[in-house]
């Protein structure tokens, strides 16, 4: 239990930072490079974002779990990683030649001439090694690092819109670096063995099988800002943008306790599959306490957030923002579900057919309404492409397990977090857009929240604290 609470809180010290960094600086560079600049950035990493997902094909997840299985043999770890990371190496070689023979035809060639970094990135990225040792200490404290000196760069050198070359290289060269970081603890695990090309591309197939899923996934994610920006303009590329900054820190925050059990949970099924259906309830109901008052928490503070941390320019994203916070509670679940449930017992075909079906919603509503709708077509794509990849991954889990919502306590949740909404909305709707309000607000939505739940006894946090039976003693 020790191991995974550290790790829990390693993870989201990582994840913190992975965000909150960047979202620290997105006051700076919002005001800095204007709606038009960050439209730009965030088109352009899409269209890069495309080529990076090709690299290793499906390493990040498909690699996590080959580790997590040997992890307890140095051995074949050692054989395990130089396989995967041989095979990482060439697909990536591939990559950069395809991409090489494009973006000599693409507007703003320096932008993606720049990100190359990024796909360097990717070759020297071992991230899914220390997550399937389920070492995330040394990824915290690499990251956390790399991400600190990217924060001072940016303030030294990103205050004004030519200064956009400036942050393409700051924020393509964080994973390069990092990563090229851990490489310097590796030979901790394990020693240098030869492997044969045909081990190597034994992985082909397997990894190709989760790659399947990665495309899909990326169509969905970055398809959006893609099409935006084709139909629409770079200044709307940057509300969309920003308007997703604000789920998007909750949804990592909230995703990163599922994320730390993923090698437990894979080494757990492989030995004993009965506990399951016990670990997916306990992580279910502790994360839908979490991401439902944080859904809440977004609409009560949305209005006096916009404008000291985005900039006046981006008032217009007050409207946008709470119609995307749903995806809050929708793409966590989604994820939990694929960590927990499907990827320990190996149903990638599963996997791959909710990503698919998803990436197909994403196109028909991205073609259909953004040309019209522009950046509300957008919202509505994602917002429905999220929606379809949970709901057919709930729908298996309910098919092939035992497992049942809580519906009774999801309910004290959303209760509680309504409650915590109409209280922050009544007690601060009228206090100036600033800094101190957004923490006054914060207070006392957690504090409000806290008690309800509380009262209600529905509060995970209690019951930990109580020593009841929780998800901890499961995997322990």
């Given at each position: 239990?020790?191991?995974?609470?550290?790790?829990?809180?390693?993870?989201?010290?990582?994840?913190?930072?992975?965000?909150?960094?960047?979202?620290?600086?997105?006051?700076?560079?919002?005001?800095?490079?204007?709606p038009?600049?960050?439209?730009?950035?965030?088109?352009?990493?899409?269209?890069v974002?495309?080529?990076?997902?090709?690299?290793?094909?499906?390493?990040?997840?498909?690699?996590?779990?080959?580790i997590?299985?040997?992890?307890?043999?140095?051995?074949?770890?050692?054989?395990?990683?130089?396989e995967l990371?041989?095979?990482?190496?060439?697909?990536?070689?591939?990559?950069?030649?395809?991409y090489?023979?494009?973006?000599?035809?693409?507007n703003?060639?320096?932008?993606?001439?720049?990100?190359?970094?990024?796909?360097?990135?990717?070759?020297?990225?071992?991230?899914?090694?220390?997550?399937?040792v389920?070492?995330?200490?040394?990824?915290?404290l690499?990251?956390?690092?790399?991400?600190?000196?990217?924060?001072?760069?940016?303030?030294?050198?990103?205050q004004?819109?030519?200064?956009?070359?400036?942050?393409?290289?700051?924020?393509?060269?964080?994973?390069?670096?990092?990563?090229?970081?851990?490489?310097m603890?590796?030979?901790?695990?394990?020693?240098?063995?030869?492997v044969?090309?045909?081990?190597?591309?034994?992985?082909?197939?397997?990894?190709?099988?989760?790659?399947?899923?990665?495309?899909?996934?990326?169509?969905?994610?970055?398809?959006?800002?893609?099409?935006?920006?084709?139909?629409?303009?770079?200044?709307m590329?940057?509300?969309?943008?920003n308007?997703?900054?604000?789920?998007?820190?909750?949804?990592?925050?909230?995703?990163?306790?599922?994320a730390?059990?993923?090698?437990?949970?894979?080494?757990?099924?492989?030995?004993?599959?009965?506990?399951?259906?016990?670990?997916?309830?306990?992580?279910?109901?502790?994360?839908l306490?979490?991401?439902?008052?944080?859904?809440?928490?977004?609409?009560a503070?949305?209005?006096q957030?916009?404008?000291?941390f985005?900039?006046?320019e981006?008032?217009?994203?007050?409207?946008?923002?709470?119609w995307?916070?749903?995806?809050?509670?929708?793409?966590?679940?989604?994820?939990?579900?694929l960590?927990?449930?499907?990827?320990?017992?190996?149903?990638?075909?599963?996997?791959?057919?909710?990503?698919?079906?998803?990436?197909?919603?994403?196109?028909?509503?991205?073609?259909l309404?953004?040309?019209i709708?522009?950046?509300w077509?957008?919202i509505?794509?994602?917002?429905?492409?999220?929606?379809?990849?949970?709901?057919?991954?709930?729908?298996?889990?309910?098919?092939?397990?035992q497992?049942?919502?809580?519906?009774?306590?999801?309910?004290?949740?959303?209760?509680?977090?309504?409650?915590?909404?109409?209280?922050?909305?009544?007690?601060?709707?009228?206090?100036?857009?600033?800094?101190?309000?957004?923490?006054?607000?914060?207070?006392?939505g957690?504090?409000?929240?806290?008690?309800?739940?509380?009262?209600?006894?529905?509060?995970?946090?209690?019951?930990?604290?109580?020593?009841?039976?929780?998800?901890?003693?499961?995997?322990?």
């Amino acid at each position: 239990m020790k191991k995974i609470v550290s790790n829990i809180l390693y993870q989201g010290v990582y994840q913190v930072l992975k965000i909150l960094l960047p979202i620290v600086t997105v006051p700076i560079v919002s005001k800095a490079l204007g709606p038009e600049g960050i439209g730009t950035f965030n088109f352009v990493t899409s269209i890069v974002n495309m080529f990076i997902m090709a690299c290793g094909l499906g390493l990040a997840t498909y690699g996590t779990r080959e580790i997590a299985l040997v992890q307890d043999d140095k051995e074949k770890l050692s054989k395990k990683f130089w396989e995967l990371e041989w095979f990482n190496s060439i697909t990536v070689f591939f990559v950069l030649l395809v991409y090489f023979s494009v973006v000599f035809f693409l507007n703003d060639r320096i932008f993606y001439f720049v990100s190359i970094l990024s796909i360097l990135g990717s070759l020297f990225d071992i991230s899914w090694f220390y997550r399937g040792v389920e070492d995330f200490k040394k990824i915290t404290l690499a990251d956390g690092f790399i991400k600190t000196v990217s924060f001072i760069l940016i303030v030294l050198f990103v205050q004004q819109k030519d200064d956009l070359i400036w942050y393409f290289i700051i924020q393509t060269s964080n994973v390069l670096l990092s990563q090229l970081i851990l490489w310097m603890f590796i030979f901790k695990y394990i020693s240098f063995v030869k492997v044969s090309f045909k081990t190597t591309f034994s992985h082909l197939r397997p990894a190709a099988s989760y790659f399947i899923g990665k495309i899909a996934i990326r169509i969905y994610t970055d398809l959006n800002k893609t099409v935006l920006g084709i139909f629409s303009t770079s200044t709307m590329v940057g509300f969309f943008s920003n308007s997703l900054q604000v789920s998007t820190i909750f949804r990592t925050l909230i995703g990163t306790f599922d994320a730390v059990l993923l090698p437990r949970v894979t080494n757990l099924t492989s030995k004993n599959s009965n506990k399951m259906t016990q670990v997916l309830s306990y992580a279910i109901d502790f994360q839908l306490f979490f991401s439902i008052p944080a859904m809440f928490g977004i609409m009560a503070t949305n209005r006096q957030i916009i404008d000291w941390f985005f900039g006046p320019e981006f008032e217009f994203i007050q409207h946008t923002t709470p119609w995307l916070s749903p995806l809050v509670i929708i793409t966590p679940l989604g994820l939990l579900v694929l960590r927990l449930f499907l990827i320990p017992r190996n149903q990638i075909k599963s996997y791959n057919m909710s990503v698919i079906f998803g990436a197909i919603v994403s196109i028909v509503v991205n073609f259909l309404f953004t040309p019209i709708f522009h950046i509300w077509g957008t919202i509505a794509a994602i917002l429905a492409s999220e929606s379809f990849v949970t709901i057919i991954r709930i729908i298996e889990v309910l098919r092939n397990s035992q497992y049942k919502f809580n519906y009774f306590l999801i309910l004290k949740y959303f209760v509680s977090g309504f409650l915590m909404y109409w209280i922050v909305v009544k007690t601060t709707g009228d206090l100036s857009s600033s800094i101190v309000t957004t923490l006054i607000q914060g207070i006392i939505g957690v504090v409000v929240y806290f008690i309800l739940t509380a009262i209600m006894n529905a509060n995970p946090l209690l019951d930990i604290l109580r020593k009841k039976d929780n998800i901890f003693d499961l995997l322990s």
